[in-house]
């Protein structure tokens, strides 16, 4: 069975400081991963996937994450971030079949001025 | 602009009422999804379906049913609403294809059961 983990479930910054966020997933064959956003009051938006290919993916609000195979994560960075990036991150593995999405807890990620 | 649309934002409901959450897509997606958010925990798969009238059990089942006679829309049931089923419920569709798996959201219902 696939599972995902975001060992930080809050993580809190300054304003035009970096953040890394964790993801590690467990699975035994290849894999979709993605990330979701989710503004307060709001549904989950996509802000990344990985399909396959380059390992390094962007999104167009700055976000970046790198698969890593033998690490078996995909963190999540950006390099400075900004009040409005205060939200909950999810993490997520697809399952091939289906397409269901296996998240992770969420890391909510606070930034401050 | 894609949609999916989830009947109501905020719901309250008395213990033992049978309740329906209702969720629309406009995209002509085969596959649809309930979810429930709670905090710590993450989302949860509640049920499935990939086709008209075809559903599968996600992973916390119990207590819920689903019904899916069109295509562009899912149903969430709780046949007798108990306190433990106050939550977020989230709605989301996605394409059934191996590449490009992407799940679009509707804004979520929070119901409360008391």
């Known amino acids: 069975a696939q599972s995902v983990t975001q060992l930080d479930s809050q993580v809190p910054v300054f304003e035009e400081a970096p953040v890394e966020l964790r993801c590690n997933y467990s699975?035994?064959?290849?894999?979709?991963l993605f990330w979701y956003v989710q503004y307060p009051n709001q549904g989950l938006q996509l802000l990344l996937k990985?399909?396959?290919?380059?390992?390094l993916v962007e999104s167009i609000n700055g976000f970046e994450a790198e698969f890593n195979k033998s690490q078996t994560s995909f963190h999540l960075r950006k390099p400075s971030v900004h009040i409005s990036d205060t939200a909950e991150y999810f993490c997520?593995?697809?399952?091939?079949?289906?397409?269901?999405?296996?998240f992770g807890t969420g890391t909510r990620l606070l930034v401050s001025p | 602009d894609v949609k999916v649309t989830q009947s109501s934002r905020y719901l309250v409901k008395r213990t033992g009422e049978k309740v329906f959450l209702e969720c629309v897509q406009d995209?002509?997606?085969?596959?649809m999804f309930w979810y429930r958010q709670d905090p710590g925990l993450g989302l949860r798969l509640i049920y499935f379906?990939?086709?008209?009238?075809?559903?599968e059990k996600g992973d916390i089942p119990e207590g819920y049913s689903v019904s899916r006679e069109k295509k562009e829309r899912f149903s969430l049931i709780l046949e007798s609403a108990s306190t433990n089923q106050t939550s977020m419920y989230l709605c989301?569709?996605?394409?059934?294809?191996?590449?490009?798996?992407?799940?679009?959201f509707g804004q979520g219902t929070r119901l409360t059961v008391v």
């Open positions: 989301a569709s996605s394409l059934l294809q191996t590449a490009n798996t992407e799940a679009f």
């Open positions: 699975s035994s064959v290849s894999v979709y």
């Open positions: 990985y399909l396959s290919g380059s390992t």
């Open positions: 997520a593995v697809s399952d091939l079949r289906f397409q269901k999405l296996v």
């Open positions: 995209m002509d997606h085969e596959n």
């Open positions: 379906s990939y086709d008209v009238k075809m559903k």
